[in-house]
């Protein structure tokens, strides 16, 4: 009896604890409202009238008090350079433009004193020094981290130095210093400096101008704001000599796991069309590098590195940009609140928010979210708002086939079993995230990679491989090909069986018919003979037609089956498998949508009275599509009406075969009842749902919803990056040719760092005079540790205060990790 | 019978010079606006930026050769020039705005929408005013005969303390009433915590009418405090002294002097000649709440025509900027106008036509 006893109330407590797993979102409710003013923003957050301020606070002020008050995320998405003017020696006017002088723009990397600029303007929280076109928080920067280290310190501040060489050069091109004061055929030597003054670079733009005039020059300081300094420096003739030097500004709203092209992008005339990148001239050797590596013209991953290795030196010698600072940019929330941030968007930015957002003391609840502007445009998934605060909500109610890594930037499959890669050999293709490999945290890949020979990968006849707007029907591939083509590209890519379970936000179940509309759409919208043409999709349809080759379906049940083909390949058959994985997925650019409710914007615009893009909407002087509010979500409603009743397929000819008439009716009030109970349209199939809509104040309630049956726990692993914090011990002084070993530990919220989840731990040694004798890799020992072994010949030349400075890459961060260690040397 | 038709002429020239401003003061509003066409420039310059950047986040666009990557910018660049209007001249555009604004055709918005996602610039303008009047009306008018009558009672009681109050704080006015603001946050919302930092209603209320109104009830407290501090005493003081002087008329002193009571002199022989003063002030204050209050709406995160015009402004919207000038150029020439009748008719002294000129 006992046990019987015991038994039944240990299955009680086994059904009560799987009752408790929570599935979908963590957070019962999430309510956002507009507070444009930052300061009020952070504020509300410290009294407990919001939760989470989401947008980047840069003020350093504010950083302050955020940090000694709040919780924060960070990210390090935008950044500034001076941008020189590369005509010259002589402007048609006669005036001397000495930054046409490739030595001179090197020596303004010695000129300026980065990390002043982070103290003094940045309030030392603010930013990072920058010296490269790639981002010190990206993966790229990361790998060749002790690259970047060496020439960081090789191209730092020097004055005397940056003096020395500006004057030599300065002679050279025949000015004289006069008086203290640079003077070119009688005159002074000015340089116009077009500062921008609606941040920071305002405060570095002076800076700049000091520094010039303390050698010698006259700056003149020109402040313009973006839309009056972009006809000047952007689009106008730089030969017309109206500026010389410029602040310019960036941002990367993603974490870009690519960032190979951005020398061309930078430096070269391959970067812009416009007069200023057409100006610049580049040494042979380094134009062909820089050239390659936009190509991706190169074998393997280590050759990729080699070359951006020294392309990064070619970079700082021809410094048409220097680049300055890296912003950090916080993110104010609740001490009490996990959420998931990019590295480069924020909060914002990252598309796992939703699945990661709770309280640390409690499941459910509900979140408040300020957000500085909302609701600007109107949303709808092909071409709706694309504002980077609107697309939170709308990225927090999707679901995908893949999610980005918000760290790393790696897709991560959300939809996706697996994918297939096949390349044709010789194409540069890497692979990351391999099927089955462990990455910890529950993190497996998914992606296998096969170079198959040049020509074998051969489209079926039968693939779908362009749209007939007229007849409705797909073109196959060998009626637009005429014959057997080939691709430099297949992904096999499979949706597992539950796809069919996945429910959207009106409780229908997700069916081919979702799949098969958004692939249409990709065609249908830039066919001209189509009712729903628009001419705005030209250019990116003429981009997709030039590499994509055909797709077809292997299987729909239970799971789905589809291989594209393509010749487009990416870097890294990670991205490749995820770009051709949402092929089929119901997600279009702004957001996701079950074909029901897209067809009724089709069938708008068909009769011209609504238009997906904003492009088009003008054009034909109608509204732009809103499926959340106002006249035009009237327009969608009568739609839906009109359906109801004659439970309209669209596309019959070609959808007629995924959708029943049963299943449109069954959808088509699914929808009505939906529209009635929360009075708009925006059905998606995510952790949340939009349940409340108010533009006119500005408020949007999302809500939990229970149809999404994903573990909550399912991406935990992104609430917090794992930036490494790094210690290195070892003797505080020893003889110069012994050998030693120096421990590094590393760790992770005082836990020991994962082996598995670490790409590299590498080591720079700096003699007693701070020059580079040696670099090298450190040996792992266990989980959080590594070691640095000296041999007695690498100890040998050192003598007096030496130091060792550590760099830690992750697998699992983009954001390496940096320690350093001093020691005495005795001979 | 010639009285009638001396008027209709003064009306019918009175109207043709009232569209005539109206069409001159927009068609500066088109040149501000558009900076006599430097702003096509600045477009442009936007233009290509914004699509180069588009192309520099797609990978498979960024690494094509150059003159492919050339070719879909020119492309893209073109498509948004013909998007803005700006394949045709500036001088054609800006007469288009012209002809429009003056015939009440707002047309459609270059880049702004309306809350529920209208292009149409009046939808645009219709959709913000409701909020503007709910604050900017609502704070005024308790601000006007809150300083109307004070004025009165004051000018009653000369250089009592009350009146020495308001003397003595009439400078605070030099503030503006977002400054009142910010320390009225600090105070009530982020201090005591009893009102809400700003916004029009609570973001997470229940649905009802009632609750939505109590919502904005609360939510009105702060701003319109703010307003009423940052004028209430300049206001009672300009008033208090305008009654002070019309009090000290001979004919009031006359009347005095004959014993009329208080009351009837104040109002028989002060306000009644007052009367226009004080109408024309209130008109135009009720006119001067449709440009809204750029910096204030943003302190409170209130979304009326003073924000949307800073929206307006930012994106450089020439539609939205002139479609709310006309309104307003044609809001304050009907008040005018009104004005000038109502004078006739409340004041004796005010003649039209050839009287006028003989009394002149």
């Known amino acids: 009896m006992k046990k019987i006893l015991v038994a039944a109330l240990l299955a009680v407590m086994a059904l009560g604890g799987a009752a408790q797993v929570r599935t979908g979102a963590w957070v019962d409710e999430v309510v956002f409202f507009e507070e444009p003013t930052h300061a009020k923003g952070v504020e509300m957050v410290k009294t407990g009238a919001a939760d989470v301020y989401t947008f980047g606070i840069s003020a350093p002020d504010l950083i302050k008090d955020i940090v000694a008050n709040l919780g924060y995320e960070v990210s390090y998405g935008s950044y500034n350079e001076i941008t020189f003017n590369p005509v010259g020696p002589t402007y048609p006017d006669g005036r001397l433009n000495p930054f046409s002088v490739a030595k001179v723009r090197e020596a303004m990397n010695w000129l300026i004193d980065r990390d002043f600029i982070i103290k003094e303007y940045y309030g030392g929280v603010a930013g990072i020094a920058r010296w490269f076109p790639i981002t010190p928080s990206f993966p790229d920067y990361a790998k060749l981290a002790d690259v970047a280290r060496a020439l960081e310190l090789q191209y730092s501040y020097n004055f005397d130095k940056a003096k020395a060489v500006i004057t030599e050069e300065m002679k050279k091109l025949g000015a004289e210093l006069v008086g203290g004061k640079w003077k070119y055929k009688g005159a002074d030597v000015i340089v116009k400096c077009l500062i921008r003054p609606e941040d920071e670079r305002k405060q570095i733009g002076d800076y700049v101008a000091d520094q010039l005039e303390k050698i010698g020059f006259t700056a003149v300081r020109d402040y313009k704001r973006a839309a009056e300094a972009s006809p000047i420096w952007l689009t106008g003739d730089p030969a017309l000599g109206l500026w010389d030097i410029y602040t310019g500004g960036w941002v990367t709203t993603v974490v870009d796991r690519d960032q190979a092209d951005n020398w061309a992008f930078f430096y070269t005339k391959l970067g812009r069309p416009e007069p200023l990148w057409q100006a610049y001239v580049n040494e042979p050797e380094a134009y062909q590098l820089w050239e390659r590596l936009m190509r991706n013209d190169f074998r393997t991953a280590e050759e990729r590195l080699e070359m951006m290795a020294k392309a990064m030196e070619y970079g700082l010698k021809d410094s048409y940009r220097i680049f300055v600072t890296n912003r950090v940019s916080y993110f104010a929330r609740s001490k009490n609140i996990a959420v998931a941030s990019d590295l480069a968007g924020g909060v914002y930015g990252a598309w796992l928010w939703s699945r990661t957002l709770k309280f640390r003391d409690k499941v459910g609840g509900t979140v408040t979210m300020g957000n500085t502007s909302m609701l600007t445009e109107p949303w709808n998934a092909i071409a709706g708002t694309n504002w980077i605060f609107d697309m939170m909500p709308i990225r927090g109610v999707s679901d995908y086939a893949t999610l980005p890594d918000p760290f790393t930037g790696l897709p991560w499959p959300q939809n996706v079993e697996k994918a297939e890669v096949f390349v044709e050999e010789g194409i540069p293709s890497l692979l990351t995230l391999e099927l089955g490999k462990d990455f910890g945290g529950g993190l497996r890949g998914w992606v296998t990679q096969t170079f198959v020979p040049v020509g074998s990968i051969v489209v079926p006849d039968d693939a779908w491989a362009d749209w007939d707007a007229k007849a409705q029907k797909f073109i196959t591939a060998k009626e637009r090909f005429g014959g057997p083509v080939s691709a430099r590209s297949k992904v096999v890519t499979t949706y597992p069986k539950s796809v069919f379970d996945r429910v959207w936000h009106d409780g229908s179940k997700m069916t081919l018919g979702d799949m098969i509309i958004g692939f249409i759409l990709s065609f249908d919208r830039a066919k001209p003979d189509s009712p729903i043409y628009d001419s705005a999709m030209d250019a990116p349809f003429k981009t997709f037609m030039a590499h994509f080759k055909g797709l077809k379906i292997l299987k729909t049940s239970p799971e789905v089956v589809f291989e594209v083909y393509s010749d487009s390949v990416f870097l890294e058959a990670d991205l490749t498998a995820s770009s051709r994985a949402g092929y089929l997925w119901p997600a279009y650019s702004q957001g996701v949508a079950p074909w029901h409710t897209l067809v009724l914007g089709i069938q708008a615009e068909a009769a011209g009275k609504l238009a997906f893009s904003s492009a088009k909407a003008r054009a034909k002087g109608v509204d732009w599509t809103n499926y959340i509010a106002g006249k035009s979500l009237e327009a969608l409603v009568g739609y839906l009406a009109d359906n109801l009743k004659t439970n309209y397929i669209p596309y019959a000819p070609t959808l007629g075969t995924y959708i029943t008439a049963a299943e449109a009716g069954t959808r088509y009030k699914n929808a009505d009842a939906f529209y009635k109970k929360y009075g708009h349209l925006w059905i998606a199939n995510g952790p949340l749902f939009v349940d409340t809509i108010r533009p006119v104040e500005k408020v949007v309630v999302l809500r939990r919803f229970p149809g999404f049956t994903d573990p909550a726990a399912k991406w935990d692993v992104f609430a917090e990056p794992k930036i490494a914090a790094v210690k290195v011990s070892g003797p505080a002084s020893f003889r110069a040719g012994t050998a030693q070993n120096l421990k590094v530990e590393i760790t992770f919220k005082d836990k020991p760092y994962e082996l598995a989840q670490l790409d590299f731990v590498k080591y720079i040694l700096f003699d007693g005079a701070g020059n580079i004798v040696g670099t090298g890799n450190a040996e792992p020992v266990k989980d959080g540790e590594y070691v640095i072994k000296l041999t007695a010949d690498m100890t040998r030349p050192l003598v007096g205060a030496c130091k060792v400075e550590v760099v830690v890459a992750s697998k699992v961060v983009g954001m390496p990790s940096f320690a350093s260690f001093s020691f005495a040397v005795t001979r | ?360």
């Open chain 2, 1 to 360: 019978m010639e009285n009638l038709k001396r008027i209709g002429k003064y009306t019918v020239i009175r109207g043709v010079l009232i569209v005539l401003t109206v069409s001159i003061g927009v068609y500066l509003t088109v040149i501000i606006a558009t900076m006599g066409g430097y702003m096509d420039k600045i477009q442009d310059a936007q233009i290509k930026e914004a699509v180069g950047l588009a192309l520099q986040g797609n990978e498979e666009i960024r690494r094509l050769p150059q003159s492919e990557y050339k070719k879909i910018y020119d492309m893209m660049v073109e498509e948004r020039r013909k998007e803005f209007g700006l394949d045709k001249p500036w001088i054609e555009r800006s007469l288009k705005y012209l002809r429009n604004a003056v015939t009440l055709n707002l047309g459609r918005s270059e880049r702004i929408v309306s809350f529920s996602g209208s292009g149409e610039v009046r939808r645009i303008l219709i959709e913000a005013i409701p909020n503007t009047l709910v604050l900017i009306l609502t704070s005024n008018l308790i601000l006007f005969f809150t300083a109307l009558f004070t004025a009165l009672y004051l000018s009653r009681h000369y250089g009592s303390p009350l009146d020495r109050v308001v003397v003595a704080f009439s400078p605070t006015s030099a503030a503006p009433a977002w400054f009142y603001g910010i320390f009225l946050i600090l105070i009530f919302a982020s201090l005591l915590r009893v009102l809400p930092y700003g916004g029009m209603i609570d973001p997470n209320l229940p649905p009802g009418a009632w609750a939505y109104f109590k919502s904005l009830l609360k939510h009105l407290i702060l701003p319109v405090m703010a307003w009423f501090l940052g004028s209430i005493f300049l206001s009672t003081f300009y008033w208090r002294t305008f009654f002070l002087i019309s009090s000290s008329e001979d004919y009031v002193e006359m009347a005095k002097a004959k014993g009329v009571p208080p009351r009837a002199i104040e109002r028989r022989y002060v306000l009644r000649p007052t009367l226009p003063p004080v109408i024309t002030s209130f008109s135009l204050m009720l006119i001067g709440s449709w440009t809204g209050a750029i910096i204030f709406e943003t302190v409170f995160s209130w979304n009326g025509l003073g924000r949307l015009m800073y929206r307006a402004i930012q994106a450089t919207d020439a539609p939205v900027i002139v479609g709310s000038t006309v309104i307003y150029a044609y809001l304050l020439g009907i008040t005018v106008f009104l004005l000038d009748l109502l004078y006739a008719a409340l004041d004796p002294r005010v003649k039209t036509g050839a009287g006028a000129r003989r009394m002149a």
